[in-house]
């Protein structure tokens, strides 16, 4: 266990020097940093409760998704009867969470029946493999046929529309610029967004707020608004009002032209006219030719750009657009123009999120738990310190530079991986100073097993590192088993922990049974000695 060749212990030696020099970027100003080569930037990021910021508790809005499941389904309803011919009266109504059709004539149920229960498909994943499905469809009587959504089938959606929303609400943040946000899933229908750095929320709430459900339709000339506000509507059109103030009243038809699906990019800019900042937009295939095809037909007329059910701009086609590109305009600043253009980029959000709890840290309260985490540490290992000294003389100090190196590896690996440090990581850190010593101590506690034995000394040394090994490896890999189960179950400050630990423990492995026996058998083979200075 003593005898390195050259090449493995320069290895070694040259291992640990690279994964510490990967700590360096963190001793240097962000801004000097950014002038190095981008191989040379990686450093840690500190988290929310260390350099402040942003936490916000977001809450999908559940009866909205019910709401557009059941619109969805009665569509559906619709289409299915009117395609297969089959009369009813009535229309299809929606009622206590479910929806309803009259079929005309006593004959036509079971066919409807038959053909409505097509719409039901196979809930996904284990569920259904259990003969579940998301929609059931029965006879009600009296020619009716009811649709409802079983309560599996909600719960399913509503896993979807979280993770969809987590999508949507990732590429936002990461539009404002922000480095290392947590946004992670909260309960059934909760997301957690904590943002470090962004000391004030407003903006974001404002992105995240926003559904950025974009539609472009036609403007319904048929009817003055006037004449819509008192009941006058056409059942094919809707009333809208603008955005901007004052609240301007729109009729405007529910067909939607192009939606916001079929956008690929949107940037704010300046109209080269008037120099008022606008954003510019582009369809993909599917929407330039219908939006050529729109603008084709309605050569004249008014249309409507609809987000979130506000119309933003009411332009009138002048020409075709037939080049799949456009802008629009509707007295922006240019910080709207570039939120509009942000949500646009992202998506739209399948339901509205409501902001449930709001909390931002200072970077004072911050700089306190920095403050408090360092002072931590460092009694910590100067405690650790004295102890190896005191009860190993010669062999703790092996240790303790086995020790400091091990925490330097742990640095540099975490800036190589670019995480986020939180005080608990701190903490982890602390935590494998402990680990790595207690490996030290179990070899140095065999190593004197093995001179009470009689064992001489580079043969007791030698059979220390050999029989500590299967019982550090074995302590070692269930703490790491448990990191790892605290990395899968645990939510922000919990993976920090883990990470951290995870990675202290791998270091911990390669620090005590290669340095520290790359520098015992370097000492070893120097001083040849007698015995042993334990």
Known sequence: MLYFTRWKALG???????????????????????????????????????????YLLLEVDGAYVKKERLDQVRDDVRRTLRDAKIGFTGGVTVRNDAA????????????????????????????????????DVTDATGGVIRLSIPQAAMLDRMRKTIEQSIQIVERRVNELGTVEPVIQRQGNDRILVQVPGLQ????????????????????????PPD???????????????????????????????????????????????????VVSFKFNTSGA?????????????????????????????????????????????????????ILLRAGALPAPLTVV???????????????????????????????MLLTYRLFGVFANIAVAINVAMIFGLLSLLNATLTLPGIAGIVLTVGIAVDSNVLIYERIREELRGGRNAISAIDAGFKRALATILDSNITTFIAAAVLFY????????????????????????????????????????PQSVPI
């Open 489 to 528: 179950i645990g939510t922000g400050p919990v993976r920090g922990f883990a990470v951290t630990l995870g990675i202290g423990i791998i270091t911990t492995v390669f620090t005590a049974f290669t340095l520290t026996r790359l520098i015992v058998a370097g000492w070893v083979r120097w001083k040849r």
């Open 100 to 135: 309803e059709v009259r079929i005309t004539k006593e004959s036509d149920v079971q066919p409807a029946l038959a053909k409505l229960r097509e719409l039901s498909q196979p809930l996904g994943g284990l569920m259904g493999s259990s003969g579940q499905r998301d929609l």
């Open 289 to 341: 030719r219908k939006f050529s095809q729109a603008t084709q037909e309605n050569v004249g007329l008014p249309f409507a750009i609809v987000l979130d059910n506000k119309v933003i701009s009411a332009p009138v086609i002048r020409e075709p657009i037939t080049g799949g590109q456009g802008q629009i305009s509707g007295s922006f600043t240019v910080q709207s123009a570039n939120d509009l253009a």
């Open 227 to 277: 004449q819509a506000q008192q009941g006058r509507l056409p059942p094919e059109s809707e009333l809208l009002m603008s955005a901007s103030p004052p609240p301007t009243p729109y009729v405007v038809k529910k067909q939607v032209l192009v939606a916001g699906g079929d956008l690929t990019d949107a940037q704010a800019s300046f109209d080269q006219r008037t120099s008022e900042p």
């Open 200 to 223: 004030d929320p407003t903006r974001l709430k404002e992105l995240l707020g926003k559904t950025a459900k974009m539609e472009f339709r036609m403007v319904d000339t048929s009817v």
């Open 357 to 387: 709890e709001e909390r931002t840290v200072g970077p004072g309260l911050g700089q306190d738990s920095i403050e408090k985490g360092e002072l931590a540490a460092y009694v910590g290992s100067i405690l650790v310190i004295i102890f």
């Open 12 to 54: 070694i030696i040259l291992t640990a020097l690279i994964v510490c020099l990967c700590a360096v970027p963190n001793f240097f100003p962000e801004a000097q940093v950014k002038t190095w080569p981008g191989w040379a930037q990686r450093r840690l990021v500190l988290g929310l409760d260390l350099q402040g910021g942003s």
